[in-house]
């Protein structure tokens, strides 16, 4: 079993929408898995399961075999996915001479980009110890690239009411919009994405917009009474591809464990670089990545510098991602002081905003993953 795999299982209650089950598998391992609500009119080749998975490195935590071989894995399927058409929209950073040669590739493919260097670690005048950050979409408007009416419609009877209004709201004010001159081109690009409701996102890197809707209903619980169950059976507890298997983590999806993201205290000025830290802090930053690290997923590096920790930002990423996703009682102190872990967890913010890797997002999708995930 090679590919994406669904099933749908609609509801005996009346006015509750059919729910869809959904997993990737890579090479007879569960890769990645998902649920949500039922959107069968919108189709589009730009979006799919995949784009969230492989531009993430998403995998679940019994897969051994996973398509992700190198640390900038990721960065270079999204790079080929946006030549290929198979995604709208991306981000990704490349080493110097490669983000040149698919800079070269990206006027035939009729995408445009922005592309920003990276500060330079060290001497050579070819760049070769550069890389360039870059943001790409398709020139079209959303009314021509994608079906909005059926998407939609989608939304209409998948969300409550008040949730389905402001999605779709946005979704018809982005039809004239081009991608590109609004979330590449412009002087605010980043802060118009990030700023964008979430249907208008997910639609914009290609992501299913049945996860999407998910994701909009996790965002709004708790909701008493609400007729979108998560599970409209009961959870599921399987193994790899449906066989026997335990619960992900303790079951609770809802409570005191996930933590509140700071935000950084310094308008308008740089946010922190991983680069720059004081020896003391890369000790302690270091230990903690260590100590957070999940026992089933290879290291494959361990940065002995700063600057070459900066060149792994993943790493702080993913210890991130279990710092706010862990009980209180099992999650891993960034510091042995208690007085100074609210200062450090600001500051490991900090860090991953200077990354562009939104601390954020990595909290949703921690929630997104503990409430959707099969285990």
Known sequence: ?????????????????????????????????????????????????????????????????????????????????????????????????AAMDWCAEAGRAGLVYRATPETASGDA???A?????????????????????????????????????????ALQRHRDQSIALRYVLADDADERFWAAPRAVRGLTLGYPPTATAARIL?????????????RPYGPVATGPLGGPGHPLGNGRTNGPQMIRVPE?????????RVADMTPTTFATISR??????????????H???????????????????????????????ISDDPDAEGELHRYVCCLLRGMSKDPREIHLDALYARRMAWS
């Open 129 to 169: 110890d550069r890389r360039l950050y870059i943001v790409a979409a398709i020139t079209q408007t959303y009314g021509e690239a994608f079906d909005l009416d059926a998407l939609i419609a989608d939304y209409q009877d998948a969300l409550p009411e008040e949730l389905a209004e402001p999605q779709i709201d």
């Open 218 to 230: 996790a965002e709004a619980e708790p909701a008493a009474g609400s007729p979108h169950p998560r």
């Open 264 to 272: 950084c205290r310094h308008p308008g000025r740089p946010h922190a």
């Open 1 to 97: 079993m090679h590919g994406v795999y669904e099933r749908v299982f609609r509801a005996v209650e009346s006015g509750r929408p059919a729910y869809v089950e959904g997993v990737a598998a890579w090479h007879g391992r569960r890769l990645w898995s998902w649920s949500g609500p039922e959107m069968p009119r919108f189709r589009d080749p730009r979006v799919s399961p995949w784009n969230p998975i492989l531009a993430q490195g998403l995998r679940a935590e019994d897969a051994e075999h996973t398509p992700y071989r190198t640390p900038s894995w990721c960065d270079e399927w999204i790079a080929d996915a946006l030549l290929r058409n198979l995604k709208p929209y991306g981000r990704f950073a490349l080493p110097y001479k």
């Open 288 to 301: 903690w990545i260590d100590r957070s690290w999940p026992v089933d997923m290879p290291r494959g590096t």
């Open 303 to 333: 940065p002995g510098s700063p600057a070459e920790l900066e060149r792994f930002g993943y790493l702080i990423a993913i210890a991130y991602r279990a710092y706010v996703s862990s009980d209180p009682v099992l999650r891993v102190p």
């Open 125 to 127: 005048s070819d760049g």
